[in-house]
């Protein structure tokens, strides 16, 4: 359809300057015609004929055939030429000119604050057709890239854009660079940025001294937790720049919602995380067992490196039975004991009977069920102090 459309455009364009030449010598070849037909039908006088036939007589002279009887040579017809030249032209160069037309109206959208749905479109059936296209469009966009990528129809430009020409990111990195906590905690730049990662792995060493200086406002916010957790999960050895701003914020962000998912993703990538969050997570162990983000942290840790249990039985004894009348707290209580059933004399060190009897009877049964020996549940039955 766009050839078809280029086709007749330029056609027309180029015939244009034939049209008074075609005209004339239409209305000369009908007022002959007409002639022709009233002279058949009806007789004329003399006069009246000689004065018909003067009006043709330019075009009986044109082709008369010269006095000597000799045959006139054939003659080009220029208008014919010209037309048959334009057409050819039409045809061979045609959707070229349309096309760049096409992209030279499409790049002076992209200035635009707030590129409307319309333009949007075109441009991503442009890219769709034909993805090299995305790469001059390339220079316009990086020049307002933060207005675009804040927009809903132009962050979708950009992701396109990237997508088809992953060269693209590379372009955007500089501004991207500028203002990447306000770019990473916006719900369509959110969007560019994974594009951007996704389609150039190795930008994340680029993006990772800004995130840093960012990342608590990135922690606490749901765009910017993807954005990082994409990060660490695409390059692990990125976690270890985050360790001191999360250390420094350890409990803000294990008991927020979202926090929480990029300490979890730290810990998991890195076990130098896990070491540098122990004494944090020591010193406010009971405020964590007991928050439900919290306690996804410390079970995390726990997993991770199992020999991390070692530093939580001091204020886990102190708290027992806190912790295990909270519904998480004995959660993170279960892990510990899962991971080093061996603890479990240590945590109940000096409780008696009735202190046990406080502790509910299934955290009771999973600990009979781990631990290897029974010589304290033996002095507990008889209300002796328990010793280790």
């Known amino acids: 359809m766009i050839r078809k459309n280029a086709f007749f455009a330029i056609f027309i364009c180029l015939t244009q300057p034939l049209y008074p030449m075609l005209r004339k010598t239409l209305k000369t070849g009908v007022q002959a015609t007409m002639l022709a037909r009233n002279a058949q039908r009806s007789a004329f006088s003399k006069n009246s004929l000689s004065q018909q036939q003067s009006i043709l007589k330019p075009q009986v002279r044109r082709y008369a055939q010269p006095s000597n009887g000799a045959k006139k040579k054939p003659t080009f017809n220029k208008g014919r030429l010209a037309l048959l030249a334009g057409t050819m032209f039409a045809i061979a160069y045609g959707p070229q000119l349309y096309e760049k037309r096409q992209i030279y109206v499409a790049k002076r959208g992209f200035s635009k604050r707030k590129p409307d749905y319309f333009w949007t479109l075109d441009i991503r059936c442009m890219i769709k057709a034909k993805p090299s296209v995305a790469i001059e469009f390339a220079e316009s966009a990086k020049q307002n890239f933060f207005d675009l990528s804040q927009n809903d129809d132009g962050c979708r430009v950009l992701e396109e854009m990237i997508e088809a020409a992953p060269v693209v990111a590379e372009k955007f990195t500089k501004p991207a660079k500028q203002d990447f906590g306000n770019l990473s905690s916006d719900r369509h730049g959110r969007g560019v940025v994974?594009?951007?990662?996704?389609?150039?792995?190795?930008?994340?060493?680029?993006?990772?001294?800004?995130?840093?200086?960012?990342?608590?406002?990135?922690?606490?916010?749901?765009?910017?937790?993807?954005?990082?957790?994409?990060?660490?999960?695409?390059?692990?050895?990125?976690?270890?720049?985050?360790?001191?701003?999360?250390?420094?914020?350890?409990?803000?962000?294990?008991?927020?919602?979202?926090?929480?998912?990029?300490l979890k993703e730290m810990i998991k990538a890195s076990h130098y995380a896990t070491a540098r969050f122990v004494e944090p997570a020591k010193q406010n162990f009971v405020e964590l067992a007991t928050d439900y983000s919290g306690r996804c942290v410390l079970i995390k840790m726990i997993e991770a490196r199992p020999d991390v249990v070692t530093k939580f039985i001091a204020p886990a004894k102190q708290n027992f039975v806190e912790l295990a009348n909270s519904y998480y707290g004995e959660m993170v209580l279960k892990e510990m004991i899962k991971a080093k059933p061996s603890i479990t004399q240590e945590l109940l060190g000096g409780m008696c009977a009735k202190e046990l009897s406080k502790v509910p009877a299934d955290l009771l049964a999973f600990i009979k069920k781990h631990q290897k020996c029974t010589k304290c549940w033996k002095a507990a039955k008889y209300g002796e102090r328990i010793v280790t």
């Open 194 to 262: 994974l594009a951007m990662i996704k389609a150039r792995p190795s930008l994340v060493t680029e993006f990772e001294i800004p995130a840093a200086r960012n990342f608590v406002q990135l922690s606490t916010n749901f765009d910017g937790v993807q954005v990082l957790e994409e990060m660490i999960k695409t390059r692990p050895s990125v976690a270890v720049e985050f360790v001191g701003s999360a250390r420094q914020n350890f409990v803000q962000l294990a008991n927020s919602r979202y926090g929480s998912i990029v």
